[in-house]
C-alpha cells in the first residue's frame, strides 16, 4: 500500500460538508469529488479531516488490485 497525506494551514472545511450523508455533493467541488472517485477505482480510499487550523488530505492506494 503507498500512503500519502498532505496538509494545509488554511481555514478548514466546514464539518457538515465533511460529515457522511453531509452535503458533499455541493460544496465539495469537482477536484475533491473526482479525488475521492478515482481512489476508489483503484481500490484505494481518500479521507478529508479538516478543522479550523486546516485541512489533511490522506490517499491510500494498494500497489496490487
Excluded: W, Y
Aim: with cysteine; net charge positive; hydrophobic share 30%.
Amino acid at each position: 500500500t503507498v500512503c500519502f497525506q498532505v496538509s494545509d494551514q488554511g481555514k478548514g472545511i466546514s464539518p457538515s460538508v465533511l460529515a457522511p450523508g453531509g452535503n458533499s455533493s455541493n460544496t465539495l467541488g469537482v477536484g475533491l469529488r473526482g479525488m475521492v472517485e478515482r481512489m476508489h477505482q483503484l481500490g484505494g480510499s481518500l479521507e478529508l479531516s479538516s478543522d479550523e487550523r486546516g485541512t489533511t488530505v490522506r490517499a491510500r492506494v494498494p500497489l496490487e488490485k
